[in-house]
Nanobody
Framework: VQLQASGGGLVQAGGSLRLSCSTS????????MGWHRQTPGKQRDMVAF???????DYADSVKGRFTISRDNAANTLYLQMNSLKPEDTAVYYC??????WGQGTQVTVSS
């Protein structure tokens, strides 16, 4: 499985971005998919995950602002990010928790 993340960019604080993670194969059978983020010198932290039954969870720092979703028919994972803050600046990675990661997409939020 190959994962391709996209949708990052530069946005002002308070703005929105939508990240996408397209896959090379079907995601129907993937139990859990998620987004993580990483800043230089720090570990890669979980942002949000979603199961194939639709259960979701979020890091406390993004609850109420970010929404994760998956479109199994399109084989794509999404992360809608609203009310962005400078501290959301990071490289965002998607994963299938089966050993595969996307290449990362940079999100930069200016104050």
């Amino acid at each position: 499985v190959q994962l391709q993340a996209s949708g990052g960019g530069l946005v002002q604080a308070g703005g929105s971005l939508r990240l996408s993670c397209s896959t090379s194969g079907s995601i129907d059978s993937i139990p859990v998919m998620g987004w993580h983020r990483q800043t230089p010198g720090k570990q890669r932290d979980m942002v949000a995950f979603i199961t194939n039954l639709g259960s979701k969870d979020y890091a406390d720092s993004v609850k109420g602002r970010f929404t994760i979703s998956r479109d199994n028919a399109a084989n794509t994972l999404y992360l809608q990010m609203n009310s962005l803050k400078p501290e959301d600046t990071a490289v965002y990675y998607c994963t299938d928790y089966q050993g595969y990661w996307g290449q990362g997409t940079q999100v930069t939020v200016s104050s």
